[in-house]
């Protein structure tokens, strides 16, 4: 079993849809849990950290559950630009600190 | 958010060719780098974890003697491709940690293409 599983996609929505990601953990000592998103032959970029009380940044909200290791992300009122890889990443500092990545969910918006 | 620059962008070698990849934390001091490849449409793949001044911890399957990291300094860290071949043909990306704010965010540097004919 991977370390951190996401549904890889795509996902094809309108504009204006909601969309949810999710993504699963196995390391139950993980501690720290972030979304990047990766536009196509780009480096990463910090969208959100994801925090037990849930939070929210504009359109896009992040929640964690860690009794059952879950974390997602909620897009509301899709834009073209949303269209890129979401990536789920877990930190863990057991043995030294070490961030796993999710292999990404691909997003396409169209018009 | 913290800056991370790498160079060069991209850099076309001939086969057994040695390949030096600068990465640079702009801003702030990173007391930790880390070194990834990731290939076409697949996820980052983390090759090494840097700590200023000692030595770099590999990843299970990457060669140390092949793929060199020096963490000489808390704003540069360097990968050396060694005699490099095709299959090592990836876009490598470099990350930082220590910035402010949260310390176990990471900050990505835009990454290097390398292509090895």
């Known amino acids: 079993r991977k370390e951190v599983e996401q549904d890889p996609g795509p996902f094809n929505v309108p504009e204006g849809a909601t969309v949810a990601f999710n993504c699963t953990y196995s390391?139950?000592?993980?501690?720290?849990f972030f979304w990047y998103r990766q536009d196509c032959r780009k480096e990463p970029k910090l969208l959100m950290s994801?925090?037990?009380s849930g939070n929210e940044d504009g359109r896009f909200t992040a929640q964690l559950n860690r009794a059952s290791q879950y974390i997602s992300l909620l897009i509301r009122d899709s834009k073209l630009s949303d269209s890129a890889t979401y990536l789920c990443v877990v930190a863990a500092r057991t043995g030294g600190f070490k961030t796993i990545f999710g292999a990404g969910t691909r997003l396409f918006v169209k018009a | 958010g913290a800056v991370v620059s790498q160079h060069p962008s991209r850099v076309i070698c001939k086969s057994g060719t040695s390949v030096k990849i600068e990465c640079r934390s702009l801003d702030f001091q990173a007391t930790t780098m880390f070194w990834y490849r990731q290939f076409p449409k697949q996820s980052l793949m983390l090759m090494a974890t840097s700590n200023e001044g000692s030595k770099a911890t590999y990843e299970q399957g990457v060669e140390k003697d092949k793929f060199l990291i020096n963490h000489a300094s808390l704003t540069l860290s360097t990968l050396t491709v060694t005699s490099a071949h095709p299959e090592d043909s990836s876009f490598y990306i470099c990350s930082a940690r220590g910035a402010s704010g949260s310390a176990d965010t990471q900050y990505f540097g835009p990454g290097t293409r390398l292509t090895v004919l």
């Open positions: 390391n139950s000592a993980s501690q720290s």
């Open positions: 994801v925090y037990s």
